[in-house]
């Protein structure tokens, strides 16, 4: 139990593109999701945290505007990077926390999605 | 604040091996969780085990085993009889008891398991 997909796996982008990723719970109601970002050889920056219906909050120094960020369900969160750039190259991983008491507490991370904007 | 400190980056070790990862944590709650993470080369975070604040118990699951000892806040991992599969980067992490859960992570440890 508690499986979280992200699609794509893989993405590669023109600068100025927009790209999208999704992040699902696949068995299990996420009452809550993070996004997170982690460069090569570095932990896991959490960029935003958000909550089934309501706007996300996003950390000190993580744009909005740009990350766009929707958990419009309980098993769907979606993470929009807006107007690429080569900057925004990243890993970007999502994790969802889910309402049921044995789970409430504790984390479960999507597989990642490797952006690569030339 | 938070904070997870992992101070040893990258550790070696020859297979069959035992390994322990050291973590120490400081947060002024009296409630909240300790967590570590297993990411392996292809990227995702395997979730290893959750200990809350009130539980000091030590726990053993198969080659894994953790102390968690509050007066040091410290919740090390040990692996032993390591394996090649066992290479990878574990995150100690800690979280709020409370609201989202946010989870601060420590730097994590590379850990190289040599045949």
């Known amino acids: 139990g508690a499986v979280v997909s992200q699609h794509p796996s893989r993405v590669i982008c023109k600068s100025g593109t927009s790209v999208k990723i999704e992040c699902r719970s696949l068995d299990f109601q996420a009452t809550t999701m993070f996004w997170y970002r982690q460069f090569p050889k570095q932990s896991l920056m959490l960029m935003a945290t958000?909550?089934?219906?309501?706007?996300?909050?996003?950390e000190q120094g993580v744009e909005k505007d740009k990350f766009l960020i929707n958990h419009a369900s309980l098993t769907l969160s979606t993470l929009t990077v807006t107007s690429a750039h080569p900057e925004d190259s990243s890993f970007y991983i999502c994790?969802?926390?889910?309402?049921?008491?044995?789970?409430?507490?504790?984390?479960?991370f999507g597989p990642g999605t490797r952006l690569l904007v030339l | 604040a938070q904070k997870v400190t992992q101070a040893q980056t990258e550790i070696s070790v020859v297979e069959k091996e035992d390994v322990t990862l050291d973590c120490v944590y400081e947060t002024r709650d009296t409630t909240y969780y300790l967590f570590w993470y297993k990411q392996p080369p292809s990227g995702e975070l395997v979730f290893l085990i959750r200990r809350n604040s009130f539980d000091e118990q030590n726990e053993i699951s198969g080659r894994y085993s953790w102390n968690f000892q509050k007066s040091t806040s410290s919740f090390n991992f040990t692996i032993t009889a390591s394996q090649v599969v066992d290479s990878a980067v574990y995150f100690c992490a800690l979280s709020e008891a409370w609201g989202n859960n946010r989870l601060a992570f420590g730097k994590g440890n590379q850990v190289v398991v040599i045949p």
């Open positions: 994790s969802a926390r889910g309402p049921v008491l044995a789970i409430s507490e504790t984390q479960y």
């Open positions: 958000s909550n089934e219906g309501s706007k996300a909050t996003y």
